[in-house]
């Protein structure tokens, strides 16, 4: 074993109950986390599927096991039913979308009625099932996913035995459900499936684009099954990894998705600079857009408001707002459409004078400051503070207590104040609680903590009122995410309502006044 | 979770009720794998090893076998079994069976009571003391890095200090190590 190193490989095969010591120390990340859960779903909905059809096989081993095709058809009845209002939710996003498909605008009506010119048997563009293709559908515009080889051959197959019915005008369109590019050895091009209703029951049309010629094709049952099962596959199989976020323009997209090093690009700007530009993520589902965000290392703050033109959940707007070169770490606001627009909208909750705006902004940044603060001086204390925890004692009937060296508590005292003002006397709690002299030596309260609710975000939302000298507003806390909450029963996440004051100094700077820290400290 | 709680949360939800579980035991599954493919595997094998593991975990839930509150015991065996397997596949080793003498293969956990048994077990032990002695964040820094191997720059997010303290603790909490661990005599 050398200086640097430590072989903990005595660890390997150790007894559960190490195991479950060992694992207080996971590493993984909310971001793995989230992408391990997906996959448990997909394996599981997979397996399900299986036995679904075939009672008796036996669910374990990792070997990989190729379904055939008619029982994707049966899985791909049952889960329609259930993710079908996902997809609807993101047609209602589509509607106010006419610039990601900008071909020329087709003219004739509905695509039953235009004449036709043939009926072929497989598919008109040749078999695509060893091409390279991506995909973007309406539920997670405007990035575009690389289609998994599984959902690749089933697409193949069922293009491959469809009947596809040239039309010789085109078609005006109902909602565009999913597009397909295909890179076709470098001469690419874009199959753009719609629905549209015909005698009762929906149907599927098909435009094809190459950048230059554009050609109308109506499917049947076949393809309509696949262009569906496809949009699904995006539903359920999207990886962040494979993912590109396209960025406006939007033309031309046919070639533009296989421009080499697209998805390296966006990553390196990340990786590399100490500056992140910020993405665009207007019209991008809120739960996405913190997930772009926290991969360039960007912190979010979220601010619900309520908006007419955005469906609830997406983002209306960005603070910085896009292309705006940000420091790593910084905070972005994200303004999220709210689900009750028109209750916020008549309270006026949504109408903010630019003057508080600006004082909500500041007030913002001092309650996250003074979050911070406190549990620097609280219970963070020994990652700023020489504290000596590890040779922590317990007096008789009272706290357990460890040395604090470098620094005296009249020292702490004075810098925990630069933030926190001295009018409110709970602000001397913290310190209060936390630090003790013993044997004439200053020791800090040593303990476990437990377990918190875990804060998602603070957003300051208004100014309550105000005097000479202090500013009210009140504060919401959201709770809502139980991930580092083992053992709990049914937790909701929710939302808590504080006041929060800051104090003007005489110099025109902010201390902070009333506080409740809504972390536990 | 016990199965009535599961059961109820699946009614409002089945991704919730699966969340769950999910929530409640990831960090111990992951270990387990990560544990036994560490050496050989890449972080996306020991990712899609893990959601093989939940995938049969809900599956376990949704046959109404599962009526203890902790079945930690039994989701272990699942995650080392498809650990395992996840290691002969990627060791493209054909046969289940091993031989004793090879040195690639990990040892298999002892049958217990043996004294050789009890002595690795002391020794995990003790390693787990001086480390957990270490104080916090010492002691996540040291296991992140040296067990799960991660990056300075990830554990410094995992901490909240900056890669250059992260990598200025590591070394003094490695030292710190060093000596405990000669004062018990344990070598490594």
């Known amino acids: ?521 | 979770m016990t199965h009535e709680e599961y059961k109820k949360t699946y009614k409002r939800s089945k991704e919730e009720a699966q969340r769950r579980i999910f929530s409640e035991y990831f960090k111990y599954v992951y270990t387990i794998v990560f544990s036994r493919l560490r050496s050989c595997a890449s972080r996306e094998d020991i990712e899609e090893c893990v959601g093989d593991v939940f995938a049969d975990v809900y599956i376990y839930y949704d046959s109404s076998k599962a009526v203890n509150d902790d079945i930690s015991g039994f989701i272990g065996v699942i995650a080392r079994n498809k650990a395992a397997d996840m290691y002969r596949k990627l060791t493209h080793q054909r046969f289940t069976f091993i031989s004793v003498d090879d040195e690639d293969v990990p040892e298999q956990e002892a049958p217990e009571n043996t004294e050789a048994d009890y002595e690795k077990k002391e020794l995990r032990s003790s390693l787990m003391n001086c480390i957990s002695l270490l104080g916090e964040p010492d002691s996540t820094i040291i296991m992140q890095k040296y067990f799960f191997m991660r990056s300075s720059k990830e554990i410094a997010e995992k901490v909240s200090l900056t890669p250059e303290a992260v990598r200025m603790r590591c070394s003094r909490a490695l030292k710190k190590l060093r000596e405990k661990l000669t004062a018990m005599n344990i070598s490594l």
């Open chain 1, 1 to 521: 074993m050398n200086d640097k190193e430590l072989d903990l490989k005595m660890l390997e095969n150790a007894d559960n109950e190490t195991m479950k010591q060992i694992a207080e120390n996971c590493p993984a990340s909310d971001v793995e986390m989230e992408r391990m859960f997906a996959m448990s779903r997909k394996i599981y909905n997979e397996r399900n599927k299986e036995s679904n059809n075939k009672d008796n096989i036996e669910v374990s081993g990792v070997e990989h096991y190729r379904k055939p095709v008619w029982q994707k058809f049966a899985a791909i009845a049952a889960a329609l039913v259930i993710t079908g209002g996902a997809v609807a939710g993101g047609m209602f996003f589509m509607k106010n979308r006419n610039t990601f498909n900008n071909d020329p605008l087709p003219v004739a009506t509905d695509p039953a009625t235009s004449p036709s010119t043939k009926t072929v048997e497989g598919c008109p563009f040749g078999d695509i099932s060893n091409d390279k293709v991506k995909m973007s559908g309406s539920a997670y515009l405007p990035s575009v996913i690389d289609v998994s080889s599984d959902t690749l051959k089933f697409t193949a197959d069922s293009f491959n035995k469809g009947k596809w019915t040239e039309l010789s005008e085109a078609f005006t369109t109902e909602e565009d459900y999913v597009t397909l590019f295909i890179y076709n050895n470098g001469a690419p091009y874009q199959l753009v499936f719609y629905y549209y209703n015909s005698d009762d029951s929906q149907k599927v049309s098909i435009k094809y684009s190459d950048g230059k010629n554009i050609r109308y094709f109506t499917g049947d049952e076949v393809i309509k099954k696949a262009a569906q099962a496809l949009g699904l596959a995006g539903a359920t199989d999207t990886s962040l990894d494979t993912m590109i976020i396209l960025e406006e323009p939007y033309n031309d997209l046919v070639h533009k998705v296989w421009e080499k090093n697209l998805s390296e690009k966006d990553n390196s700007q990340a990786n590399t600079a100490e500056e992140v530009e910020v993405p665009r993520l207007v019209d991008v589902e809120y739960k996405l857009a913190k997930v772009q965000l926290q991969e360039r290392g960007l912190n979010y703050n979220i601010v619900k408001k309520s908006d007419n033109t955005v469906p609830p959940g997406y983002v209306i707007r960005t603070e910085p707002a896009e292309g705006t070169l940000v420091n790593k770490e910084a905070v972005i606001t994200l303004y999220v459409s709210a689900e009750d627009t028109s209750a916020d909208s008549d309270n006026g909750n949504t109408e903010v004078s630019a003057e508080d705006a600006e004082l909500i902004a500041k007030a913002q940044q001092l309650y996250e400051k003074a979050i911070e603060t406190d549990l620097k001086y609280g219970r963070s204390a020994p990652q700023y503070f020489n504290i000596d925890t590890k040779n922590c004692f317990t007096q008789v009937d009272g706290p357990t207590l460890s040395y604090v060296y470098d620094i005296t508590l009249d020292e702490l005292r004075a810098q925990y104040h630069e933030i926190f003002c001295d009018r409110y006397a709970e602000n001397n709690t913290t310190i209060e609680k936390y630090y003790y002299i013993h044997n004439d030596q200053l020791c800090w309260l040593t303990g476990n903590p437990g377990v918190d609710p875990y804060l998602e975000s603070t957003t300051v939302t208004r100014v309550l009122r105000k005097t000479d000298d202090e500013i009210f507003f009140e504060v919401e806390k959201h709770y809502s995410d139980f991930r580092f909450i083992v053992h709990i029963e049914d937790f909701e996440p929710y939302t808590e309502t504080d006041e929060f004051s800051v104090v003007i100094q005489p110099d025109d700077s902010w201390k902070v006044g009333k506080f409740n820290n809504p972390q536990p400290n």
